[in-house]
């Protein structure tokens, strides 16, 4: 596992240690040592984009990372589609400090470029985050020093399939695990109903929430906002019991619902807090989400709830 603040400095020793003994770094570490080297992937926030398919993201850039302007930010290309939205990774972060005050740790699964580790960096004494491309992790490195988080943040590169049949965590100590997989790209859209089996990435639902029950059972994932509610309520009850609860939180910005946050674990299910009201246009959201609901004939399974990331 790689400490965010001091990784420059363990990649010199690595090196050092190799190159007196006569062998090469291993082809993660070198990955590592390349990009520092070249400070790959920092944003210059005044250069437009030429990539067609990032220019819509590039000026909703300040929306990702509020430091964005400080030019002291990271990305690739594929991190523009996946970072999540900053007023959103604030609110989930407070909002499991809410839930669990005395909680101490937070493991974040395909951590990206850190949008959502950096948040729960500033509410959480200890962060792990996890991502199978070294680019990611090398960027949520950057990232949480622009933050000044960095000295609360552990990373791991690797499949996390792979991590957990190792058992990596089995005996780090973690209050709640967060997860926010690949969803497939801007063409999820594309689905009615996304269907959470067979577009989820890199694994389907059942198996992911499987996998993060042997972590915590504390479990939060952001999810498409036209997931497959049967599905949900399906894998709930035959993981967790006939009684078990998923809690559904539909989450809006700028008037549009931007996904849904899925949790599960009686202490995040049972919070109760009054959420921000809304304006007209995120009231139509809510009525289409509630629609939806009504189409797919969800069960007592999901309990829905909706949120305005702007206030």
Not at 58 to 81: A, G, H, P, Q
Not at 114 to 143: R, W
Request: with cysteine; charged share 25%; aromatic share 10%.
């Amino acid at each position: 596992m790689i400490h965010a603040s001091t990784f420059e400095s363990k990649v010199a020793k690595k090196r050092e240690r190799k190159l007196k003994h006569g062998k090469t770094l291993s082809k993660k570490w070198e990955t590592l040592q390349r990009l520092n080297h070249e400070d790959a992937y920092r944003i210059q926030s005044q250069t437009p984009v030429k990539d067609k398919r990032i220019v819509k993201y590039w000026k909703k850039r300040r929306s990702l990372f509020s430091k964005i302007d400080s030019n002291n930010i990271y990305m690739t290309k594929e991190l523009w589609f996946s970072v999540t939205p900053e007023t959103i990774a604030i609110f989930l972060a407070k909002f499991i400090r809410a839930c669990m005050p005395q909680a101490t740790s937070i493991l974040d699964v395909f951590c990206g470029g850190g949008g959502n580790t950096i948040q729960f960096a500033m509410q959480f004494p200890k962060v792990y985050g996890v991502d199978l491309s070294m680019e990611h992790i090398y960027c949520t490195m950057k990232n949480a020093r622009a933050y000044g988080v960095d000295d609360r943040i552990w990373l791991e590169c690797g499949s996390w399939n792979k991590i957990v049949k190792k058992g990596v965590f089995q005996h780090v100590k973690v209050d709640c695990i967060f997860g926010s997989p690949p969803w497939g790209g801007p063409q999820y859209l594309k689905q009615d109903v996304y269907d959470l089996e067979t577009s989820l990435e890199p694994m389907g639902i059942e198996k992911l929430l499987k996998s993060f029950l042997k972590v915590s059972s504390n479990v939060i994932l952001f999810l498409p906002k036209n997931s497959n509610l049967n599905q949900l309520a399906h894998v709930t009850r035959k993981l967790l019991g006939p009684y078990a609860k998923c809690k559904v939180l539909y989450v809006n910005e700028n008037g549009y619902t931007k996904g849904m946050l899925c949790m599960w674990g009686d202490i995040l299910t049972n919070y109760q807090e009054t959420m921000s009201s809304y304006n007209s246009s995120d009231k139509q959201e809510e009525e289409k989400s509630e629609e939806n609901k009504k189409e797919q004939k969800t069960d007592e399974s999901i309990t829905s709830v909706y949120y305005d990331a702007n206030g």
